[in-house]
């Protein structure tokens, strides 16, 4: 197919950011999308001017509507990092698309920052959360940060400090390579600037003193807020060994709880994805209160019972039954999960240990028993207090 959509990548000194091919098919548009910074730095050209649609997925139908005329997408630096030219390419046949990358908000911060781009994590709060950085926090760890607005530095500070990194320093870079280029220089304790919209945030991550830093996986019991009954720590490590995340996997966690599987899950891969289905509303609490904490917002909690409630959910790339067992929920659980996906059930019941063997013996799998014992004070002494043990049931499909 002939190319008839052009995204292009432009900088905030504007037409001077292209090449002359580049610019050259800019001039020639017909109709120009982008936001108001992007108008207003092309100002001078005459085609057709659109903004973003509200709502923004109507932006696929209006594009699909212009085809015949040369259209253009105006996005800042490189369109497809986490940027606007990802979205169109999964709707919009990529062979009707040509992109035209410039240096990415990353590229530029790094080089002002001196640091090595492949060293960095590189994040974005744009549209998102800010809470989803938290996994990323560890000392000495640097973030480069798309952000929304104004008031992202301050609320990044501020995640920085509750969570014992206020000596961080924070760099905010404004307008990068335009005429209004501004640099901003504070840490997470005293973090005060007014800085532009448009701008980039870099964190050099420093933890203060005696703070206990958490791991993206393996979290103590006691990171989660919970009644008690939770997948425990060491049990959860397995657990999560055999569901393997990946990233943009997507897990049901049937019977969340707390949501320490789930919460996990998520910590442990890029974009992974959770759905946690729990019948009890103080559980669900818990769940939505840790999944802020800990950095996975986007857990999504279903109140029900499963299997009823599992009926039209995505399909998943792993199960986690964590209490419930029963062979309709296995049934319904199986049979929806993608191919080479996994499928984890723990119990502690001797009644979930017989379904367990029975599904075993139809279907296959590993079993393994997991027990575990922490010592705790005996009087003044020391001794060990065994857990209740885990069988755990695991397979692939």
């Known amino acids: 197919m002939s190319v008839w959509l052009h995204v292009i990548g432009i900088g905030d000194n504007g037409l001077d950011s292209l090449s002359p091919a580049t610019r050259s098919i800019l001039e020639s548009a017909e109709v120009i999308f982008g936001a108001d910074r992007h108008h207003e730095l092309t100002s001078h050209l005459t085609a057709e001017r659109r903004s973003w649609p509200s709502p923004f997925d109507a932006l696929i139908s209006d594009l699909k509507s212009l085809k015949g005329k040369r259209v253009v997408v105006l996005a800042t630096g490189d369109p497809l990092w986490y940027s606007v030219g990802a979205r169109i390419a999964r709707d919009i046949d990529p062979s009707e698309i040509l992109f035209h990358p410039q240096l990415s908000a990353f590229q530029l911060a790094a080089a002002r920052m001196g640091w090595s781009l492949a060293d960095c994590e590189t994040l974005t709060i744009h549209g998102r959360p800010t809470e989803q950085i938290i996994p990323f926090l560890a000392p000495y760890q640097s973030l480069l940060i798309l952000t929304k607005d104004a008031t992202s530095p301050a609320q990044v500070a501020r995640i920085l400090r509750e969570r014992g990194y206020g000596a961080s320093r924070l760099t905010a870079l404004a307008h990068m390579n335009g005429a209004n280029e501004t640099r901003l220089d504070g840490t997470a304790a005293d973090w005060s600037h007014d800085v532009p919209d448009f701008h980039t945030l870099a964190v050099a991550c420093i933890a203060d003193n005696g703070v206990a830093v958490l791991p993206r996986t393996g979290l103590p019991d006691s990171a989660f807020a919970s009644d008690g009954t939770m997948t425990k720590q060491e049990v959860r490590a397995v657990t999560l060994a055999k569901l393997a995340p990946a990233r943009g996997a997507l897990l049901w966690d049937i019977g969340c709880g707390s949501g320490s599987v789930a919460i996990e899950w998520m910590r442990a891969a890029r974009d992974a994805r959770a759905i946690g289905v729990e019948c009890r509303a103080d559980r669900r609490a818990f769940a939505a209160e840790n999944a802020v904490t800990l950095g996975a917002p986007a857990l999504n909690l279903i109140d029900g019972t499963a299997p009823e409630a599992l009926a039209n959910l995505p399909a998943p ?81």
């Not at 080479?340 to 028993?369: C, D, K, P």
């Open 317 to 397: 790339d792993a199960v986690f039954i964590g209490g419930g067992l029963t062979p309709e929920v296995f049934a319904v659980a199986w049979s929806t999960l993608k191919p080479h996906g996994r499928l984890v059930a723990n119990t502690v019941t001797l009644e979930g240990e017989a379904v367990l063997l029975a599904l075993r013996a139809q279907f296959g799998g590993t079993l393994s028993r997991i027990a575990v014992e922490r010592a705790v004070p005996v009087g003044r002494l020391t001794g060990w207090k065994p857990s209740m043990t885990v069988t755990q049931w695991s397979l692939s499909k």
